[in-house]
């Protein structure tokens, strides 16, 4: 199983990107998807989350400007994050809590994404 994420990149203030984040592998299926981030000099922090029936949570500094969402059959997280600000300049990672099989077993884990940097200038 792994995450990969895309869409990370340099940005002015006031402007948009979109990440994406695809698992792939044996899957049996994926519970709870989220995007962290983690400035320099900082401890990660939770983004935005999503449950498998879409619920969603986010971190108070970007309610009202990211979006979290999920395409299910394609095993893929997206964060639209509009109204970008230099401080959101940091390196995002993805996750997923999901089920995975080997052989005739299937297994409980958190995986995470390699990170995407997102760079903010002012």
């Known amino acids: 199983v792994q995450l990969v994420e895309s869409g990370g990149g340099l940005v002015q203030s006031g402007g948009s990107l979109r990440l994406a984040c695809a698992a792939s592998?044996?899957?049996?299926?994926?519970?709870?998807m989220g995007w962290y981030r983690q400035a320099p000099g900082k401890q990660r922090e939770l983004v935005a989350g999503?449950?498998?029936?879409?619920?969603?949570n986010y971190a108070g500094s970007v309610k009202g400007r990211f979006t979290i969402s999920r395409d299910n059959v394609k095993n893929t997280v997206y964060l639209q994050m509009n109204s970008l600000k230099p401080e959101d300049t940091a390196v995002y990672y993805c996750?997923?809590?999901?089920?995975?099989?080997?052989?005739?077993?299937?297994?409980?884990?958190?995986?995470w994404g390699q990170g995407t940097q997102v760079t903010v200038s002012s």
């Open positions: 592998g044996s899957i049996f299926s994926i519970n709870e």
């Open positions: 999503i449950t498998s029936l879409g619920s969603t």
């Open positions: 996750n997923a809590d999901l089920i995975y099989y080997s052989g005739e077993h299937h297994y409980t884990d958190l995986y």
